[in-house]
């Protein structure tokens, strides 16, 4: 059994993200207007906390440490950046409950060369 209640939807509103810690996992629900998504709570490109970074506009989110996007309809990477995905697990809603299919807490693997500071992404 790993579906997991995460909060009571109306907890999360529209066009915004919230985090919260269920069974010591950490995880972040966005509500996009047509539903909701629930993923790990750090951007996979270089670990920015996507509560206090991430923006919902237009059922796109934006992490606005360097603008990288996700379609929340479609669980899609926006734009031409590809390499790194974010991890989506399963939602659903019973009642007013929000339940997420968690097996275990997803851990993106970061490489040694992401680790640029902000200097050297705005200058390369
Ligand atoms: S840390 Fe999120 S886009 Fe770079």
């Known amino acids: 059994?790993?579906?997991?209640?995460?909060c009571a939807a109306d907890s999360v509103a529209l066009n915004s993200l919230?985090?919260?810690?269920?069974?010591?996992i950490p995880v972040v629900v966005a509500n996009y207007g047509d539903g909701f998504r629930v993923?790990?709570?750090?951007?996979?490109?270089m670990e920015e906390p996507l509560e206090e970074s991430g923006?919902?506009?237009g059922k796109?989110?934006?992490?606005?440490?360097?603008?990288w996007q996700w379609n929340l309809?479609?669980?899609?990477?926006e734009g031409t950046e590809t390499?790194?995905?974010?991890?989506?697990?399963?939602?659903?809603?019973?009642?007013?409950?929000?339940?997420?299919?968690i097996k275990s807490e997803h851990i993106y693997e970061f490489d040694e060369e992401d680790e640029m500071d902000d200097d050297d992404f705005f200058n390369s």
């Open 60 to 67: 796109v989110l934006t992490c606005t440490k360097h603008l």
């Open 39 to 45: 993923f790990p709570p750090i951007c996979p490109h």
């Open 83 to 101: 390499e790194k995905l974010m991890h989506f697990y399963d939602v659903k809603q019973e009642g007013d409950d929000l339940l997420a299919f």
């Open 55 to 57: 923006l919902i506009e």
């Open 1 to 6: 059994m790993s579906w997991r209640r995460i």
């Open 18 to 24: 919230k985090k919260f810690e269920v069974d010591g």
């Open 73 to 77: 309809a479609t669980c899609q990477m």
